[in-house]
Nanobody
Framework: QVRLMESGGDSVQPGGALTLSCVAS????????IGWFRQAPGKAREAVAS????????YWLDSVRGRFTIARDNAQITVTLQMTGLKSEDSGMYYC????????????????????WGAGTQITVSS
């Protein structure tokens, strides 16, 4: 069974930085759009960023542009989300997810467009 596994979540102070990693269990994800999503308690899951197989990317949230960087290493089947300047509103469970195809833009950031999900990793930004 294909799996995604996130890591890197932690508790940090405002202004801090974290890097999340998502590792896929199978090579097929080299040809897939991979996305990072987040969900705060009581709120809907929202798309943060997505990345195409060859590295082009989309940041779905204006609030993360310039602070978050998504990247992938297809040799390692890994997608990372580097986060800097963290704010309390960045707190939540972060998930990586894969589409069954490479077209990130067509997803429009909708969680239902992604078919495989990891279990998530928690980020808490608090002083």
């Amino acid at each position: 069974q294909v799996r995604l596994m996130e890591s890197g979540g932690d508790s940090v102070q405002p202004g801090g930085a974290l890097t999340l990693s998502c590792v896929a269990s199978e090579d097929q994800f080299k040809d897939s759009c991979i996305g990072w999503f987040r969900q705060a308690p009581g709120k809907a899951r929202e798309a943060v960023a997505s990345i195409y197989p060859l590295g082009a990317h989309i940041y779905w949230l204006d609030s993360v542009r310039g602070r978050f960087t998504i990247a992938r290493d297809n040799a390692q089947i890994t997608v990372t989300l580097q986060m800097t300047g963290l704010k309390s509103e960045d707190s939540g469970m972060y998930y990586c997810a894969a589409k069954s195809d490479k077209n990130c833009y067509a997803s429009e950031g909708r969680p239902e467009a992604f078919s495989t999900w990891g279990a998530g990793t928690q980020i808490t930004v608090s002083s």
